[in-house]
Structures are given as C-alpha cells and as structure tokens.
C-alpha cells in the first residue's frame, strides 16, 4: 500500500484542454488521494499505465477509464464501488464538468466547455514554445554509431528533452545510401531520416514532390495555410479571438494532444511520433481550413474570430513541431 507524503496530492489547474494524458495523471492522482485519504487500500499506479480513452457506444462523457475494474481486485472491492471512490475526487479537478459511473464500473468523464478557450489562449501565450521541454543542461548524450541518420536522431531527441540513460545506445536502421542532404536538401532529407520508425529504412521516395500526398508538403502547406488565414482576416478587418466554442473535435484534440506527444517523443526515443502527429495536425486543419474566413456578404463573427484562433493555434503546433524536427516551416508555399 502506498505511503502518503508530506500532505495531499494537489490537484493542479489546468492551463489548456484536458488532455489523454493529463487525465491519465489526474486518476493517478484522484488514486493517490483516495489511498491517502484511507478509502482505498491499493498501490497507486503510474500514470503512464492509466488507460483513458474515447467511450464506447452507449458510454457518455469527453474520456473514458476502467481503472476502477484494474483496482477492483487488489482493493478487495466491488469496481463499482471503487469507482465511486474515485468519482467525487476526479470531479473535483479544474476542467472537468462532471464524472458519470458506467456499466460495471467505468469512470465516464465529461469537461469543461471553456477547455477549449484555455486551450487556445495558452497556444497564443506560449507561441512556438507550447509544447517544448523545458530547457535542461548538461545532458548525458547518446551514444551512437557516427552515421547520418543515427547522429541526426540524437540531436532532435536532445531538443525534445531527452537525455541518455547511463550506457544507453542509440540504435536506428541507416539510411539506403549517405548524403541525402546534399541529394535532397535539408528539409526533404531531415523528414525522410526522421519520419520512419527507428526499426525501418527511411522512405526517400516522393519527399520532393509538392503534393498532398506527401506528408512534408501536407504538413508545410497546412503551416502556410494558417498564416495565410491570418493575412485574409487581416484584409477584411478582423483578428482571432477564441471567444465561442468551435466544432472541430479533430483539431483541437490535435493541438491539446502535441505536449504529450513532444513528451512521449522523447521518452520512447521516437521523433516519428512526432511527424506522425504533425501529419495528422496538418490533416485536421486542412480539412477545417475552409470554415475560417467569411464568404461572400458574410460579416465577420464571433464565430470567424474563434475559429482563426484555433487555426492559428495548429499553425503555431506546425511551426514548432517541425522546429523541433530542425525543419522549416515557410509562411507561403
């Protein structure tokens, strides 16, 4: 059974949308509490194993977990019961509207509507800066055979924030062939060396096409989407502002999802995690791109200045998602 330490564990405001993964902390923590708190006799389990995820058919709320079921056995309690335990300390937290209990015992959580606007303000707050680790030196490097590809990871998952363990080696698969930067220029090159799994041979063909079929160019032409909202918002007279919720569940979870993202990058030493998730971003704002600006008599809204924020918001993800990755990201294309 877990010991408490010097007090409660606190619950922290959030400063943006609920996230996967800050949901998975805040069971951790309503777990940690509980225990605490004498009403639950088990280990408290690391975040990272708290499975939150999208309900199921006739489930109700934003996140859904079945921690309650995890615990159940070793609290030597029915999982319903222990997922009343849980309920009135996870509804407690900032951001979440309200806890619901389901079927044997799922915990069913439904958040804030203002999610979205905290989201959004923290984006244009942080600018470039949402989501990057926090600046830590010296780091431990990675040890690695001196080869393109394996070098180039290194330096990425340094920026991400990872450091080496002791003795730890960085093992990647090599490209085809060396001197893909002077072949296919830094970017096109970078993408190709970064994007495919460390345990594949990188993909090179098509990094130059200027398609959408290529997720380099999807996701720089999403980039410069979004600035070019923000210049044709400018020329009929209005800015963002992230006043009303907007429909765009894809999107703003790809935005709220990107710290998470950098975090796990770096944690499983997998930068194509990144330009995964920059490829789905990209995705998400294209397909939102069209409902930004006003048309024809249209006069410009609450609504049209909300949805710039968002746009602005996944373009400012783009820019330093690719940042990270050591690749540009051009205002027009």
């Not at 309200?98 to 079927?103: F, K, L, S, Y």
Request: hydrophobic share 45%.
């Amino acid at each position: 059974m877990a010991k408490p330490v010097g007090g409660p564990t606190p619950f922290l405001k959030y400063a943006c949308a609920v996230t996967p993964a800050e949901l998975s902390r805040t069971v951790a923590r309503a777990v940690c509490r509980a225990v605490e708190e004498g009403a639950l006799a088990v280990e408290v389990p690391e975040a990272a194993s708290v499975r939150v995820e999208r309900p199921r058919p006739g489930g109700t709320g934003d996140w859904a977990t079945g921690i309650a079921l995890r615990l159940a056995g070793p609290a030597g309690r029915p999982p319903r019961e222990v997922a009343g335990v849980l309920c009135e300390r996870i509804a407690r937290t900032p951001g979440v509207a309200r806890v619901e209990i389901t079927g044997p015992g799922f915990l069913n959580v439904t958040l804030e509507g203002g999610a979205q606007r905290r989201l959004v303000e923290a984006v244009r707050a942080a600018g470039t800066d949402y989501g990057m680790p926090e600046r830590r030196a010296p780091r431990t490097p990675f040890i690695h055979l001196a080869e393109e590809r394996a070098a180039l990871w290194a330096g990425v998952l340094g920026r991400m924030g990872a450091e080496a363990r002791p003795g730890e080696e960085l093992r990647v698969v090599p490209a085809a062939r060396p001197g893909l930067v002077a072949e296919l220029g830094a970017d096109a090159a970078r993408w190709a060396l970064l994007s495919a799994a460390a345990h594949d041979r990188p993909r090179t063909g098509g990094v130059l096409v200027q398609h959408e079929r290529n997720p380099l160019h999807k996701v720089r032409y999403a980039h410069a989407r979004a600035r070019a909202l923000t210049r044709g918002a400018q020329w009929l007279g209005f800015t963002a502002a992230p006043e009303e919720i907007v429909d765009a569940p894809a999107l703003t979870q790809a935005v709220a999802d990107h710290p998470a993202v950098v975090a796990d990058a770096a944690r499983l030493r997998a930068p194509d995690r990144l330009a995964r998730h920059l490829e789905a971003t990209a995705e998400a704002l294209l397909a939102f791109q069209h409902t930004v600006l006003p048309v024809g008599d249209e006069k410009p809204s609450a609504a049209h200045r909300s949805r710039l924020a968002l746009a602005e918001a996944a373009g400012t993800v783009l820019a330093g998602g690719l940042s990270l990755l050591g690749i540009s990201a051009p205002e027009h294309l």
